[in-house]
């Protein structure tokens, strides 16, 4: 069992730079890999970016890759995204996630834990 628990987000202008933080509960948060998930107003929850448990892999999609870097420190239980160039279509709730497979993967039913979120807002 893991709990996630998201801050870092907020207002900022487009150009600018956020970064997030999940803070993960127990000492083995190493036995899981981590993700990034964000649902703006009237969307689906869309997939940001993921780390393995060691965080020697990384995936991020296609829409933030070049401006999003996702990493990991186990040793503080804690996984970041970095936000940045951001645009107004970034503005979401960000939630950070975990599961204990191996595999990296995209799907939202993939990940058995889920913070409560943070927003960011980016205005143009």
């Known amino acids: 069992q893991v709990q996630l628990v998201e801050s870092g987000g907020g207002l900022v202008q487009a150009g600018g730079s956020l970064r997030l933080s999940c803070a993960a509960s127990?000492?083995?948060?190493?036995?899981?890999?981590a993700a990034w998930f964000r649902q703006a107003p009237g969307k689906e929850r869309e997939f940001v970016a993921a780390i393995s448990r060691t965080g020697g892999s990384t995936y991020l999609a296609d829409t933030v890759k070049g401006r999003f870097g996702i990493s990991r420190d186990n040793a503080k239980n804690t996984v970041s995204l970095r936000m940045n160039n951001l645009k107004p279509e970034d503005t979401a709730v960000y939630y950070c996630a975990a599961n204990s497979l191996w595999n990296l993967y995209q799907g939202a039913d993939r990940y058995d834990y889920w913070g409560q979120g943070t927003q960011v807002i980016v205005s143009s």
């Open positions: 127990g000492r083995t948060f190493g036995s899981y890999a």
